[in-house]
């Protein structure tokens, strides 16, 4: 009788408590790598390719596209972070934090030997409860350009330096609101992205009508013309879609019928030269509905850092406008929602507190770091911010300036709902799948050969 193989002998198999810690020091060694980049103060890293090519940056989602990251485990967590992004614009680098605090506190109670699968069913109910809280301290407000500036602002800190950032942060806000158009969905492809290596990047500056990256079509073309009519054609040129909405006016299959109606309007129609670079500019437009942020500044890598910033900040702005809602930043949310975990957990039976305790512990990495970065004690700063939260009951963060707590609201730091909320929702998800894996097989298709 023939024999039958049942596995095929050269997988490699790791199995059960060595699989777990495998997969958490996997993910441990990502959230290191990540963890010095959090936040305003955070550091950057300078990533450097095949070719030579040099890019500093400390935008997690960058990192992570640019990295190369071998370990299957360490992979899956850049994906899910990197889906967190596409979804949200935001909180990749928070995403890797909490999802490496998941299971290094995971380990500490499996250690002990509680099994995995009770601590998943404590995450599940902690992310549940989570979830509850962070919709009773969402703070819902009609969306203007105060609040706005305000959610800009707190983003784009988080990616370039102050001074950059607060320069960046109007030409934000102004750009998404020029293009927002009522009862319909947000369409950030109307803001154009033109880069000028040029002066230095506080330069940047939004031009409410368009940059086309070519000069005048033919030579006996004036340089400047002022109180421009314009006449849009539908045929292979370029900007068919924009040119239209930034200056008003209808596209044009032919030109037979011809008429007024048909043409938009601009201010002020010239062209720039920057060496052997030309660029026509079309500004004063009468209310565009598509602009364009002209980046500049004096090198490659510096105008991709500006370019990264912007997508995150003008999608921190759109997801307020549509969340219509906001919540306090500067660590403020997680130290709440972890104090109410606590809270919580003693009306839960059984070893599930466990894994609702340590996933209110895992939620306090985000102030720690926040604090760490910054240069200051994070024990010492978590517990004063613990301390002045559960006395003022207020929504208290961590001043980055001082390391002393403050209601982040007061100071204008917010962060969006809609990050926070898929930010929960995906780390509890892959931290308690990575728990949950009791074998890691490299199996090759040799078998079916055979």
């Not at 109910?125 to 962070?134: D, F, P, Q």
């Not at 949950?436 to 074998?439: A, F, G, N, R």
């Given at each position: 009788m023939a024999a039958i193989k049942v596995a095929n002998p050269r997988a490699e198999v790791t199995r059960s408590q060595a699989a777990l810690a495998v997969n958490i020091c996997a993910a441990r060694g990502l959230q290191d790598v990540l963890r010095p980049s959090l936040g305003p103060k955070g550091?950057?890293?300078?990533?450097?390719?095949g070719a030579g090519d040099i890019k500093?940056?400390?935008?997690g989602n960058v990192l992570l596209h640019e990295m190369q990251i071998q370990h299957p485990t360490a992979s899956i967590i850049a994906k899910v972070a990197a889906a967190q992004d596409h979804v949200t614009g935001d909180g990749t680098t928070s995403?890797?934090?909490i999802i490496g605090e998941l299971l290094k506190q995971a380990d500490l109670y499996i250690s002990e030997g509680l099994h995995p699968r009770i601590i998943a069913e404590g995450f599940d109910?902690?992310?549940?409860?989570?979830?509850?809280?962070?919709d009773e301290i969402k703070v819902e407000k009609e969306m203007k350009r105060e609040i706005l500036l305000d959610v800009a602002r707190t983003s784009l800190r988080t990616k370039v330096h102050a001074e950059l950032a607060d320069v960046l942060t109007?030409?934000?806000?102004?750009?998404v609101l020029a293009v927002r158009r009522p009862g319909l969905p947000i369409d950030l492809f109307m803001v154009e992205i033109v880069e000028m290596r040029h002066k230095s990047e506080t330069d940047t500056q939004l031009i409410r009508g368009l940059v086309l990256d070519h000069g005048a079509r033919h030579p006996s073309m004036k340089k400047q013309v002022q109180d421009a009519f314009i006449l849009i054609c539908n045929v292979s040129l370029e900007y068919e879609k924009t040119l239209a909405l930034a200056c008003g006016g209808i596209a044009v299959n032919s030109f037979e019928d011809l008429n007024e109606d048909c043409l938009g309007h601009a201010g002020l129609v010239f062209e720039y030269s920057l060496g052997e670079e030309k660029f026509t500019f079309i500004e004063d437009c009468v209310n565009p509905l598509s602009v364009t942020l002209l980046v500049k500044g004096p090198n490659k890598h510096t105008l991709t850092q500006i370019k990264d910033a912007l997508r995150d900040g003008l999608r921190a702005v759109k997801n307020a406008i549509e969340d219509g809602c906001v919540v306090p930043g500067a660590g403020a949310v997680e130290v709440a929602i972890a104090e109410a975990l606590v809270n919580h957990k003693h009306r839960v039976q059984g070893?599930?507190?466990?894994g609702i305790q340590a996933f209110a512990d895992s939620l306090l990495i985000i102030p720690k770091v926040l604090a760490q970065n910054s240069g200051y004690d994070l024990q010492e700063t978590l517990i004063k911010v613990q301390t002045e939260h559960a006395e003022s009951k207020e929504l208290v963060g961590i001043d980055l300036n001082t390391g002393e707590p403050m209601v982040a609201a007061e100071a204008g730091v917010w962060d969006n709902y809609c990050v926070k909320k898929h930010l929960l929702h995906s780390c509890t998800v892959i931290a308690t799948n990575i728990l949950?894996?009791?074998?890691i097989m490299r199996a090759g298709m040799s078998s079916l050969r055979e």
């Open positions: 550091a950057l890293k300078m990533l450097v390719s500093l940056t400390k935008d995403n890797v934090l109910a902690a992310k549940t409860k989570a979830l509850e809280v962070l109007e030409a934000v806000v102004d750009s070893r599930t507190r466990l949950l894996v009791d074998e």
